[in-house]
């Protein structure tokens, strides 16, 4: 299983990158709220392959986030703010990635519980970056 799961979430590393707009971006973070709530119904329905179909968009959406940059152009201070965006960014991608493989894995083995506090360890995550970035 857990072979099966990784080979899933290595696809959407190798995508190519071009410049990431604001458009991708509210794009992405739709396919995610959608996965998200098709993996918690999944929980409610008790149906893996829900649970499986949503962690891996999740996991492969998630890779491609980057945070807004518009002061790109100003100086030393304004980099210094993004540099933290960004390596915060990365921090969450990472955490967001593995919770979602481990929530897959869990569940897959009858750790239900195990399963449901990764999915919440990435909503938390979700809010987390949405409260830093966007003040929500
Ligand atoms: C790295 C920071 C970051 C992370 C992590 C993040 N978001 Fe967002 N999210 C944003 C930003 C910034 C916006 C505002 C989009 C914009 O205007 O560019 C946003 C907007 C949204 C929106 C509103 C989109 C719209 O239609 O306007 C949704 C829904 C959303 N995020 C869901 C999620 C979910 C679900 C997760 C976790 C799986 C998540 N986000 C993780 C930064 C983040």
């Keep these: 299983m857990r072979k099966i799961t990784f080979s ?4 959407g590393a190798t995508m190519i990158a071009k410049p990431y707009t604001q458009e991708d971006r509210i794009k992405d973070m739709q396919t995610m709220a959608n996965a998200m709530q098709n993996i918690q119904n999944g929980f409610f329905y008790n149906n893996f392959d829900m649970i499986k179909l949503g962690g891996v968009t999740v996991a492969e ?32 991608k990472h955490k967001v990635k593995r919770n979602m493989e481990r929530m897959i894995d869990e569940f897959a083995d009858g750790d239900k519980v195990g399963a449901l506090t990764n999915f919440m360890n990435v909503t938390r995550q979700c ?3 949405h409260k830093k970035l966007r003040k929500w």
């Design 8 to 11: 899933l979430l290595l696809v």
């Design 127 to 129: 809010m987390n970056c």
């Design 61 to 92: 959406t998630i890779e491609k986030i980057e945070p807004p940059l518009s002061e790109k152009e100003e100086k030393d201070a304004m980099a210094r703010i993004m540099n933290a965006r960004v390596s915060m960014t990365n921090k969450i």
